[in-house]
C-alpha cells in the first residue's frame, strides 16, 4: 500500500512539473506581448548596454518561440479531445434524458389506453355482454357512427360501401344524403378500411378493434399533453404531472366515458398533437431539422383535425386569434407566422375538397382571419417600427383594418354561396347573451342542452379539490405579467431575447409561453359562457399548470420580481421546480390511486332491459322497410341495430334535421290526432316511438323540458305572475293517444309497449271508429 501510494505521489508530482513546463512557454508569450512600463521605457533610452541586452533577450525568445512550435507539433493535439469530451458528454446527457422521456411518454399513454378499457369493461359489463347489449352502452345516439363502420365492414367492397355512403337513400326518410359529408364520417371510413387490410377480422371482433382505435387515440392524446408540458418546461415530470392531473379531472376533461363513436372523441387527439407541434415550433432554441418536423406534423394534423369534426375550424378560429395576437405584437418571427398562415390555408383548401366542397369552410370565421391577416400584413409593413405611441395607434389600425375586411370577405362569401347556419348561430348567439328573446323551439331547444349552458359551481370545484385550479391562477398570473412587461417592451422598440437564460428571469418571453397565455385566457373565457368548452379547455389547464410549477424559469421570474438576496434565486428556482412537483405527486398519488383502484375493481350495474326489448322488436315485427319517427337519440339506436330509414338524426350542427326533429317532437305538443297525422305521413313515417321519460318528464329547471319548449313555440301557454301554464283545446297528444279511444284511434294503432316505450303504426287507410 505505501508503495503504490507513493508512486502515485510521484505521478502527480510529475503531473504537475509536466504542466508547470507546459505552461513555462504561455507565461512568456504573456510577458512578451505586456505592454512596456515606464520602468521599461527608462532602461531602453540608457544606450547601447539596454538595447544589447534587449535584442538577446529577444533573441531568447525567438528561440523559446520556436522550441515551443516545435514541441506542440510533436505533442498531440491535448485541446481538441478536451473541447470535443464536454460536448460529447453532453450530447449523451441530452439523448438519455430524451430517452427517458420519451419513454415516459409513451408508458403513460399506454397505461391511459389500458385504464380506459379496463374501467368501459367494467362500468357495462361488456366482455360479457352479447352484440346487442354491447352496442346499446353507445348512449346519446352516438351508435349512429357505430353503423356505418358495421355498414362499411358488411359491403362486399371498401369502393362499393363508401359509394352507398355517398348516395344514402335508407337513412333519413324520403331524402338521398351524402352521409360521408353529412356526417363527417372518415373516422369510420378509415377504421374500416385499415380493418379490412390488415386482416383484423381473423383474431380481433369489430367492435373491439372500433372502441380499441378510439382508446388509442386518446393514448396520443395524453403523450402529447406530456410532450408540451415537456417541451415547455424542459423537464419530463411535468409531462407526467399534466397527464396525472387530466386522468383524475376525466369527467371534465373527455367525454368517452359515455359515448365513445362522438365526432371530439376523434378530433381532440389529433388538435392534441397540433398543439404540441405549434408549441415546438413557436420555440426560438430548436434546429433546423427539428422546426421541419414540428411544421410537417402541425400540417397533417391540422388537416386530419378540420376533416374528421364539423366544428374543428371553429375551434381553430380561436387558436388563430391566439396566433394573430402574438403577430400583432411582434413576438413570432414573420416568417415563422407566414408558415402557419400556409398551413391553416392549405389545410382548409384539401378539406374543403374532401368533404365535397363544403359551403361552411368558404364562410368560416378562420378563413376571413387568415385572409385579413394576410391583406393588413401586405398594407401595413411598417406597423412594427416607430415610437410607441405611433405602434400603439398602428396596431389599433392593424385590430381594425384585419377585422373590417375579415367580416368583409365573409359576407361577400355568404352573398355568393348561402350558408343558413350561420345566420342561426347569429340569432342563437343574440338570445345567448340576452340581446334577443324568441319563441323558436330550436333555439330554445339548443339554449336547454347542457353543453351551451354557464358551468356550475361543481367543475370549479373538482378542478379546486384536485389541486390543479390553485396552481393555475399562480401561474397564469405570473406568465401574464411576465407576458405584458414583454408586450411593454416590444412595443417600445426593445429587441427580444433569442437565447434566454435561468438568470433573466423572462419567462413570458418566450414565444410558445405567451401562446399558451392567450390560449388558456381565450378557451377559459368561452368555458364561463359555455359548459361543454370545458373539454378544450380543461386538459390544457392541467398542462399548463403542470408547466408552471415544474419550471425553474417561472420560480426565477418570481425572484427577480422579489429581488431575492438572502439565497441564491437560480438554486432556489431549482429547488423548488423539483420540490413543489414531488410533493404535488405524491399527495395526488396518496389520495387519487385507491380511489384509482377501487374504480377499476368495482362492477356497475348497467343494463337497460326496455330498450333491448323494444330494439329486438324492431328486428323481428317490423318491416325491413319501414320509417321510424321518435326522439333523436333513440332513432340513432334504432338506425344502429335495425337499419331502418328514421325521419331524424342527433345531429345538432345541421339545422335542417333540427327543423325535422322539432316535428317529430310535436307528439309531446298539446296537437290534434290530425295535426300529428299529417305531420308524420309528410314524412313518411310508418311507425311512431313515444318515450315515458318525455312525455311524463319531471324536472326542477321548468322551462327546458321538451314539452315546455313546444308550448312555448306553438303558442300554448298563458302567462301569469311570472309564472307559466300550458293551455290547448287538445290535450296532450302523447297521453291522450294511450287512452285508446277516437279519434286517436282512426290514425294510429298500438302494436308494441313496456314501461318505457309505446310504438304505434300509423294507419295508411284511416279508419272511422266511434
Known amino acids: 500500500m505505501t508503495e503504490l501510494r507513493c508512486r502515485k505521489t510521484e505521478t502527480l508530482e510529475g ?54 512550435k516545435q514541441e506542440e507539433s510533436n505533442r498531440p493535439d491535448t485541446s481538441v479531445k478536451r473541447a470535443k469530451s464536454p460536448s460529447t458528454s453532453g450530447f449523451l446527457q441530452r439523448l438519455v434524458r ?112 372500433y372502441i380499441g382505435a378510439v382508446f388509442g387515440l386518446q393514448a396520443v392524446y395524453v403523450t402529447a399533453l406530456f410532450v408540451c408540458s415537456w417541451v415547455m418546461s424542459g423537464t419530463w415530470v411535468a409531462g407526467m404531472l399534466a397527464v396525472a392531473w387530466y386522468v383524475i379531472n376525466r ?117 376571413s382571419l387568415l385572409i385579413g391577416s394576410v391583406l393588413a400584413r401586405y398594407f401595413q409593413q411598417k406597423m412594427k417600427m416607430g415610437p410607441l405611441v405611433a405602434r400603439v395607434m398602428k396596431l389599433f389600425l392593424h385590430f381594425h383594418l384585419v377585422f373590417t375586411t375579415g367580416i368583409t370577405f365573409s359576407y361577400l362569401v355568404k352573398k355568393l354561396i348561402p350558408v343558413s347556419e350561420d345566420d342561426f348561430i347569429l340569432k342563437f348567439l343574440e338570445v345567448k347573451f340576452g340581446l334577443n328573446t324568441t319563441t323558436d323551439f330550436v333555439t330554445n331547444f339548443l339554449l336547454c342542452q347542457e353543453s351551451f349552458q354557464r358551468p356550475g359551481q361543481d367543475l370549479f370545484l373538482r378542478l379546486t379539490q384536485a389541486s390543479v385550479l390553485p396552481f393555475y391562477f399562480l401561474v397564469l398570473t405570473v406568465c401574464l405579467l411576465s407576458t405584458l412587461q414583454t408586450i411593454y417592451r ?46 378544450l379547455w380543461t386538459p390544457y389547464v392541467c398542462m399548463f399548470t403542470a408547466f408552471g410549477v415544474c419550471s425553474p424559469d417561472l420560480w426565477m421570474t418570481v425572484f427577480k420580481w422579489l429581488k431575492l438576496k438572502s439565497i441564491h434565486p437560480v438554486v432556489l428556482s431549482l429547488i423548488l421546480s423539483t420540490a413543489v412537483p414531488t410533493i404535488i405527486g405524491f399527495s395526488l398519488w396518496r389520495e387519487y390511486c385507491p380511489r384509482v383502484l377501487v374504480e377499476l375493481s368495482d362492477l356497475q350495474d348497467f343494463y337497460d332491459p326496455d330498450t333491448v326489448e323494444l330494439i329486438s322488436w324492431i328486428g323481428s315485427q317490423a318491416p325491413v322497410a319501414a320509417v321510424f319517427a321518435g326522439s333523436p337519440q333513440l332513432l340513432g339506436t334504432v338506425k344502429l341495430f335495425s337499419g331502418s330509414a328514421v325521419t331524424s338524426l342527433p345531429l345538432y350542427s345541421d339545422i335542417n334535421l333540427l327543423r325535422r326533429s322539432e316535428d317529430t317532437y310535436q307528439v309531446y305538443a298539446m296537437r290534434s290526432a290530425e295535426e300529428i297525422y299529417k305531420i308524420l305521413t309528410s314524412q313518411k313515417t310508418n311507425y311512431v316511438i313515444i318515450e315515458e321519460s318525455i312525455c311524463n318528464e319531471l324536472s326542477l329547471t321548468k322551462g327546458c323540458r321538451i314539452k315546455d319548449l313546444l308550448d312555448i313555440s306553438n303558442g300554448h301557454v298563458v302567462y301569469d305572475k311570472g309564472d307559466i301554464y300550458s293551455f290547448s283545446k287538445h290535450g296532450r297528444f302523447c297521453q291522450e293517444i294511450k287512452m285508446n279511444y277516437s279519434p286517436y284511434t282512426n290514425y294510429f294503432t298500438r302494436v308494441f309497449w313496456n314501461r318505457s316505450y309505446h310504438v304505434y303504426k300509423v294507419n295508411s287507410v284511416i279508419s272511422f271508429q266511434y
Open 15 to 68: 503531473d504537475e512539473e509536466g504542466e508547470e513546463h507546459q505552461n513555462a512557454p504561455e507565461l512568456q508569450n504573456e510577458r512578451v506581448n505586456e505592454p512596456v512600463s515606464a520602468g521599461d521605457e527608462g532602461s531602453v533610452s540608457n544606450g547601447g548596454a539596454g538595447e544589447t541586452s534587449q535584442q538577446r533577450d529577444e533573441g531568447e525568445v525567438k528561440e523559446d518561440d520556436g522550441h515551443q
Open 490 to 535: 416590444r412595443l417600445s422598440g426593445q429587441p427580444m431575447k433569442t437565447n434566454l437564460r435561468l438568470e433573466d428571469g423572462r419567462v413570458g418571453e418566450q414565444p410558445e409561453v405567451i401562446y399558451h397565455v392567450f390560449h388558456t385566457l381565450l378557451f377559459g373565457g368561452l368555458t364561463l359562457l359555455f359548459d361543454g368548452m370545458k373539454y
Open 251 to 367: 369527467p371534465d376533461t373527455t367525454k368517452v366515458d359515455h359515448a365513445i363513436p362522438l365526432r371530439d372523441n376523434w378530433a381532440l387527439p389529433y388538435f392534441s398533437c397540433q398543439v404540441a407541434a405549434l408549441t415546438g415550433f413557436l420555440s426560438n432554441n430548436i434546429s433546423s431539422a427539428t422546426e421541419m418536423f414540428c411544421y410537417l406534423t402541425m400540417s397533417a394534423t391540422t388537416f386530419t383535425f378540420l376533416l374528421v369534426w364539423e366544428h374543428s375550424h371553429y375551434v381553430l378560429f380561436i387558436q388563430g386569434l391566439c396566433l394573430f395576437l402574438l403577430d400583432s405584437f411582434d413576438l413570432v418571427p414573420s416568417r415563422k407566422m407566414a408558415d402557419i398562415h400556409k398551413v391553416y390555408l392549405s389545410s382548409l383548401f384539401l378539406a374543403y375538397l374532401f368533404q365535397f366542397q363544403n359551403p361552411t369552410l368558404l364562410s368560416s370565421p378562420l378563413l
Open 98 to 209: 430524451v430517452f427517458f422521456g420519451c419513454l415516459a411518454a409513451v408508458a403513460c399513454g399506454m397505461l391511459y389506453a389500458v385504464y380506459l378499457s379496463t374501467y368501459h369493461d367494467r362500468k357495462f359489463w361488456f366482455s360479457t355482454r352479447q352484440e346487442l347489449e354491447r352496442e346499446i352502452t353507445f348512449q346519446a345516439g352516438s351508435g349512429l357512427y357505430y353503423y356505418y363502420y358495421k355498414h362499411m365492414l358488411a359491403a362486399p367492397s371498401f369502393e362499393r360501401g363508401f359509394y352507398e355512403l355517398m348516395t344514402d337513400n335508407r337513412t333519413l326518410s324520403g331524402q338521398t344524403i351524402n352521409a360521408v359529408e353529412r356526417l363527417s364520417l372518415y373516422p369510420e371510413l378509415i377504421t374500416s378500411f385499415i380493418y379490412r387490410v390488415t386482416g383484423s377480422q381473423d383474431f380481433v371482433e369489430p367492435i373491439y378493434f
